[in-house]
């Protein structure tokens, strides 16, 4: 079965999001399963809370990341469903490929 338009749309947004290293390493750090600031997203980068704040956002709007006030300083925390998500559309397309291959091999082989 193929994906919707909808969860392809989805899928491409997500990976487009993490085909940067900086965000893949704010995603690692997230992923210590704490929420974090930006200042301490920050701390060790070399880059500025405004970069990594772009970054973020990048995360935020493609659902991998939320975002909490928390008292005065805001907070960004993974959001597994999302990767869960993007994890299935690359298995399903994992399937097919394989189906694909097989079909072409059966093919050849008669």
């Given at each position: 079965?193929?994906?919707?338009?909808?969860?392809?749309?989805?899928?491409?947004?997500?990976?487009?999001?993490?085909?940067?290293?900086?965000?893949l390493t704010l995603l690692?750090?997230?992923a210590e399963g704490r929420?974090?600031?930006?200042?301490?997203?920050?701390?060790?980068?070399?880059?500025?809370?405004?970069?990594?704040?772009?970054?973020?956002?990048?995360?935020?709007?493609?659902?991998?990341?939320?975002?909490?006030?928390?008292?005065?300083?805001?907070r960004f925390a993974i959001?597994?469903?999302?990767?869960?998500?993007?994890?299935?559309?690359?298995?399903?397309?994992?399937?097919?490929?394989?189906?694909?291959?097989?079909?072409?091999?059966?093919?050849?082989?008669?």
């Open positions: 079965m193929l994906p919707s338009e909808v969860e392809t749309s989805s899928a491409a947004s997500v990976f487009a999001a993490l085909g940067d290293r900086t965000r690692s750090r997230l929420a974090q600031s930006v200042v301490e997203l920050t701390q060790g980068t070399g880059l500025t809370r405004q970069g990594i704040s772009k970054h973020l956002a990048v995360l935020e709007e493609a659902g991998v990341v939320a975002s909490a006030r928390v008292g005065r300083e805001t959001r597994p469903a999302a990767l869960a998500e993007a994890g299935r559309y690359l298995e399903r397309a994992s399937r097919q490929w394989d189906d694909a291959i097989g079909r072409l091999r059966k093919l050849v082989e008669d």
